[in-house]
């Protein structure tokens, strides 16, 4: 099963911004979605950001603002720029692409933002 590789999780302080990246192997193609989930300790993994194959960017409402989705054609990979953190942002994240047929995840990345 291919995997997708995430980076740039770590621990920053409130305020503080991280980028996340994460590279798609080229053999993944007709890709119709890029998202990014997060995990929060003890909770279900949400929805964070979300860039469709035409640029069309979604937003969950508690990112709105402060978060950036974006992806390279050329290098294949899908970021996420993350300003002014919470520590409510703390969680790990996970890559998603969506194809017509198929789902691929990374195995995630952690951030913590202390108080």
């Known amino acids: 099963q291919v995997q997708l590789a995430e980076s740039g999780g770590g621990l920053v302080q409130t305020g503080g911004s991280l980028r996340l990246s994460c590279a798609v192997p080229?053999?993944?193609?007709?890709?119709?979605?890029m998202k990014w989930y997060r995990q929060p300790p003890g909770k279900q993994r949400e929805l964070v950001a979300r860039?469709?194959?035409?640029?069309?960017?979604y937003y969950a409402d508690f990112v709105k603002g402060r978060f950036t989705i974006s992806r390279d054609n050329a290098r294949n990979t899908v970021y996420l720029q993350m300003n002014n953190l919470k520590p409510e942002d703390t969680a790990i994240y996970y890559c998603?692409?969506?194809?017509?047929?198929?789902?691929?995840w990374g195995q995630g990345t952690q951030v913590t933002v202390s108080s």
């Open positions: 998603n692409v969506v194809t017509r047929y198929q789902n691929f």
């Open positions: 080229r053999s993944i193609f007709g890709i119709n979605a």
């Open positions: 860039v469709t194959d035409g640029g069309t960017t």
